[in-house]
């Protein structure tokens, strides 16, 4: 049983980085500006995936439980059983600062891009020599 | 297909095998173990615990605590690079305006009509999820992304005029801004201000009676846990949220004309 | 045999998100390329709340399939549609 888990497990990572892979070939071999910002947007979120992924654990019995109490503890015993079945809480709290900040930056990318193709006229990379 | 295409292919196939065989054989580190980092595991401990006032968060939700309190830097940059963005894209359009006194078009009366039953049920689940941050999945982010698309919605199916016509213009989108990051510093500092005139001693950001010092926020109200410093960052956050991404796409808006007159045609090569 | 069930799950998800990632990047209409990269970002979103994170599901769902797209589709509204 634990075989069969571990086995699934990597295979989501080896498809997170099979994305990875897709996502930058888009990002390097297609001259659209457009294109390139969405397989931009697909890379980074790849990246986030790896950090959840790591977070996992496994318990003895059942499936893991979210990082949260369901009610305030009222002895030492409700705590060090919510500490052993509780998923990993850091690399949540990494990869929310990580979108937000991905998001600002698309943001100001995509203001980018509208200037670009009102001052050159196209967006392609093939066809405008800086 | 060209020959650098063909060459790009190639090399991200390398990488993904070469990736994928260090991560079947272990070299990356174990996936999924039975036991936590310890850091994790300290961090468990002591997100509830009313036997160790003195390390604790006092907060059920072990994630909203990590973010705002046990590493309450890092978000506080965080919110700084999103407002250095939003500068950065005013800079951008600059001089650019809503045209004042034309009455607004938008898209036909069944949008209109359907869109004022929806928007306010989205609103009012964002300021839900902002206000029970501490107790259950949620927070200021979560909240204030809920809100700017109840906004965006507002904004398509009526017209960026309308918004202009209610008198939320650019600049008050900004001053909602610079409001909620005020009320976050504000918040920040409350306890070493209170420390400086009464005596004693206090740190920035804090929560919960330390070693050194007695002073805390409150952590009960009423019947529930509060968790003190954790549900006023999370309004503030909320508001600073909503007005920020709202300026960012009302901006993306703008129409051609507008935008015209502060780029004057191309000069293409 | 029901306890993997919630790992099985993610399986497919992540399946689905490699069929959908490369056929975004393949595309030369550019609409139907972001309503790819949405299918994508659903499946990641399922992803997620199997791998007990709901803090990031309530960030990345409003952020990524609600945001991004749009301002992707105003770029397109402005800019060309179709690659090359």
């Not at chain 2, 190639?10 to 054989?25: D, F, G, P, R």
């Not at chain 2, 036909?108 to 039953?117: A, D, G, H, M």
């Not at chain 2, 007005?243 to 780029?263: S, Y």
């Not at chain 3, 199997?50 to 992707?72: E, K, N, R």
Request: glycine residues 6%.
């Amino acid at each position: 049983m634990s075989s069969a888990t571990t086995f699934l497990l990597t295979t989501i990572m080896i498809s997170f980085i099979i994305n990875i892979a897709i996502s930058l070939y888009g990002v390097f071999a297609k001259p659209s500006l457009v294109k390139k910002f969405i397989a931009l947007t697909i890379f980074s979120d790849s990246v986030n995936s790896f950090a959840i992924l790591i977070g996992f654990r496994r318990t003895p019995l059942g499936y893991p439980s979210i990082a949260v109490m369901p009610s305030p503890p009222q002895s030492v015993e409700d705590l060090k059983r919510f500490v052993s079945e509780a998923v990993d809480p850091v690399p949540q709290a990494l990869v929310l600062t990580a979108v937000v900040i991905g998001l600002a930056v698309n943001m100001f990318l995509v203001g980018l891009i509208m200037l670009y193709y009102k001052y050159y006229g196209s967006t392609s990379t093939r066809r405008v020599k800086i | 297909m060209r020959l650098s295409d063909i060459a790009i292919g190639v090399s991200m196939a390398m990488l993904a095998l070469l990736l994928s065989y260090l991560i079947v054989y272990g070299g990356l580190g174990p996936i999924a173990t039975l036991n936590l980092r310890p850091l994790a595991v300290s961090f468990l401990n002591y997100t509830y615990n009313p036997w160790k006032i003195v390390y604790s968060a006092m907060s059920p939700e072990a994630v909203t605590a990590i973010v705002w309190d046990f590493r309450g830097l890092d978000t506080y940059f965080e919110t700084s690079v999103l407002f250095i963005a939003i500068v950065g894209l005013i800079a951008l359009f600059r001089g650019a305006n809503v045209v004042q006194g034309v009455s607004s078009k938008g898209l036909s009366i069944i949008v209109k009509t359907s869109t004022k039953l929806v928007a306010p049920l989205i609103l009012v689940a964002g300021a839900s999820l902002a206000f029970h941050g501490h107790l259950s999945p949620g927070g200021g982010f979560q909240g204030g992304s809920f809100m700017t698309v109840a906004m965006t919605l507002l904004a398509i199916a009526f017209s960026i005029e309308f918004f202009q016509q209610k008198k939320l213009t650019l600049n008050r989108l900004l001053a909602i801004r610079c409001i909620g990051l005020l009320a976050i510093v504000v918040v920040s500092v409350y306890l070493l201000v209170k420390a400086v005139l009464l005596g004693g001693y206090a740190y920035i950001f804090q929560n919960m009676p330390r070693i050194n010092s007695p002073y805390s926020m409150p952590s009960w109200f009423l019947d529930r846990p509060l968790a003190g410093i954790l549900f006023f960052f999370n309004l503030s956050e909320s508001i600073a949220v909503i007005g920020g991404l709202t300026l960012g796409v009302v901006l993306l808006l703008l129409r051609e004309e507008e935008l015209k007159a502060i780029i004057g045609g191309g000069e293409h090569e | 045999m029901s306890e993997m069930l919630p790992v099985i799950m993610a399986f497919v998800a992540a399946l689905i998100s490699i069929v959908a990632t490369w056929l975004a990047v393949q595309e030369r209409d550019m609409l139907i390329a972001t309503l790819f990269s949405a299918l994508q970002s659903t499946c990641y979103a399922l992803i997620y709340y199997l791998l007990m994170a709901p803090d990031i599901v309530l960030v990345y769902l409003p952020v990524s399939v609600g945001i991004l797209p749009l301002i992707t589709i105003i770029l397109i509204k402005k800019t060309e549609r179709y690659e090359e």
